[in-house]
């Protein structure tokens, strides 16, 4: 098998955990402080003095978990629509204010939230919240913008269709989530983004850019007091708002708009390609539940990595896949564990079999101990890793308070893992791997 591809996979699983039930609120942690302003802004500030740089990052609870289906990609829509424009700085304003700066603009979507940051030297700090306050408070949505994002989001609607791997993850994400909006993608749907109006956009924008929906965190070179004083000036225009409706019901009624499956799912869609795709998983738990940190372990020995049992045992010596790996997404509601792969189209019915049997693997017997301390190892390493840059460090800070498991977990998390134990691992399998949806992409030969 081609080395090169089976690095493709781990780079996928890579993107699937991007990106770990809401527990206890963060304790607080020495360098790091947590407040709360007068209009609901959560303002997380990290002092980082030996960096020259202070990054301001925004993240707003929004995305696929709170979208209508005939609004599905709005949130996407709409970050992109961002910087476009505001009432006081044209696009080629905005870029040119970030670039005159030496610094970085960037953002993203994900099914629990959308973000914006802005990345300068520090000296610049004024500046750069000045600039992201403007983005979350002023945006402008002039209708040709609108029209020229529009093009913009059906090309990548489309492109992404063609891409047998991504059409599996979403076919299994409609089989998983019968009722839950997890089901929907990030991008949306041809038809909500075609019927997508300038009113609609608005009315998203002022619903959930509030301050009360929304997490800052600026961290870098800066002294906590002055930080915090330039964001009350610059972040005090940001209407307070109250929690939206989507999210209040969501809290409620969550867990029972993904139920457990019955019994296994199959989707299949037919295409003239020269490969068969896969996608198999199961219903998991939210990030921060008493079982993620056991299921992260399980995932690491079942798909991680080049070592991972299905890699060795399907790619390695029995040569019958291209890709090959698992993920545990990281949600505010219940996540998928999914395991996926790339194979001839005569070998598909024989690698499900054999991913199935891994599974049943990892359910009848606890892992030896060895296996789930290098497990271990290696998800708390990579997590090291992973916080190396400035924009990272402040991503992750923002996610798990905007996830609700608060800032600190980012902290927790690793001693959490380092607890699991064999026993751990087969609970959580036995508990959770059990029923099973697919999903394949495949030549109508694939057998």
Sequence with gaps: MRPRLAAGALALAAVLFLPPAPGARSAPRPGITRHVLENGLTVIIKEHPISDLVVAFAMIRAGPRVEEAEESGITFFLRSMLVRGTRHRTAAEIAQTIESLGGLLGGGTGYDYVSSSVVVPSRHLDTALDLLADLLTNARFDAQDIETQRRVSLSRISQNADQPLQRAIELFGASLYPYHPYAKSILGTPEAIGALTRERLVEFYRTYFTASNTVLVVAGNIIEAAALEKVK????????????????????????????????????????????????????????????????????????????????????????????????????????????????????????????????????????AEEVEKAKRGIIGRYTLAREALESQAFYLAWYEVLGVGYAYDERFPDEVSRVTPPDVLRVAQRYLHTHAVAVVAPATAR
């Design 233 to 368: 000036r610059t972040f005090g225009a940001l209407p307070a708002g109250s929690t939206p409706r989507k999210l209040r019901w969501l809290r409620v009624v969550e867990r029972a708009l993904a139920p457990a499956l019955l019994a296994p799912k199959e989707t299949r869609e037919t295409r003239a390609i020269s490969a068969a795709w896969i996608v198999l998983g199961y219903l998991g738990v939210p990030v921060g539940h008493r079982d993620y940190a056991p299921l992260r372990v399980l995932n690491a020995i079942l798909g991680e990595g080049f070592s991972s049992r299905l890699f060795t045992e399907i790619r390695d010596r029995r040569g019958l896949a291209y890709q090959i790996g698992s993920s545990l997404s990281v949600r505010a509601g219940p996540g998928p564990l999914l395991l996926f792969a790339g194979t001839d189209p005569p070998n598909l019915s024989t690698v499900v079999r054999g991913m199935l049997r891994e599974v049943e693997r990892l359910r009848a017997e606890a892992p030896p």
